[in-house]
């Protein structure tokens, strides 16, 4: 699959009708939760870049970067795993957020119900979403995909026993699509340009 195919495909075939003729509230079909987290998370607006190996990564991250002139800017990241994992990029990272208007940042999950990424103060300490650049720049692993947000907060009580993490919360409102832009949920949401860096690692 080429890299064009994964940033404007987002990983497997879904049919058509899966994919465009379900309404939001009709019950979920029994399809694989990556499957569903494809379909929600663009239909949220949000740029899904399957990646087979830490390789394809580092392509993808540098396609985004120059597809958007983001050569010499600056990186705003709260989590240091970002700049250990992404030291070797020639990027400039910051923790000033009036330097940067691009976020890079990992998640905890990936919720397939509805396509949203849930975060907490591990990738934003106390900020809010709307305190965010508009620019956003998620890298994550197959391996965090759940189907639900119940189910994640279930895994992040026993990852966390001694102290859960606070301001738990989820993006989810991206870029406005076709699909969601008369949204009511979605009325007084921080918009974001998402892309998800996808990495295989089952």
Excluded at 93 to 116: M, P, Q, V, W, Y
Aim: charged share 25%; proline share 3%; net charge neutral.
């Amino acid at each position: 699959m080429s890299l064009f195919d994964k940033l404007f495909g987002g990983g497997k075939k879904v049919s058509k009708e899966t994919a465009e003729t379900r309404g939001e509230h009709m019950p979920d079909l029994k399809i694989p939760i990556d499957e569903k987290f494809t379909i929600y998370f663009k239909k949220n607006g949000g740029k899904f870049i399957y990646c087979e190996d830490f390789t394809e990564v580092q392509t993808a991250l540098a396609n985004i970067v120059s597809e958007n002139n983001w050569q010499g800017h600056f990186f705003y990241t709260l989590n240091k795993r970002i700049n250990e994992r992404f030291a070797s990029e020639k990027l400039s990272f910051t923790d000033n957020r009036n330097e940067s208007d691009i976020f890079f940042t990992t998640c905890e999950h990936l919720i397939a119900h509805n396509g949203s990424i849930l975060v907490c103060s591990h990738q934003i300490k106390e900020k809010k979403l709307n305190e965010l650049p508009s620019n956003l720049i998620v890298f994550a692993t197959t391996s965090q995909l759940v189907d639900s947000i119940s189910e994640a907060l279930k895994i992040i009580k026993k990852k966390y026993p001694q102290k859960i993490p606070d301001n738990i919360t989820t993006l989810k409102h991206f870029l406005p699509t076709p699909e969601n832009k008369n949204d009511f949920l979605s009325y007084g949401s921080a918009s974001k340009n998402v892309y998800l860096l996808l990495l295989e690692d089952y």
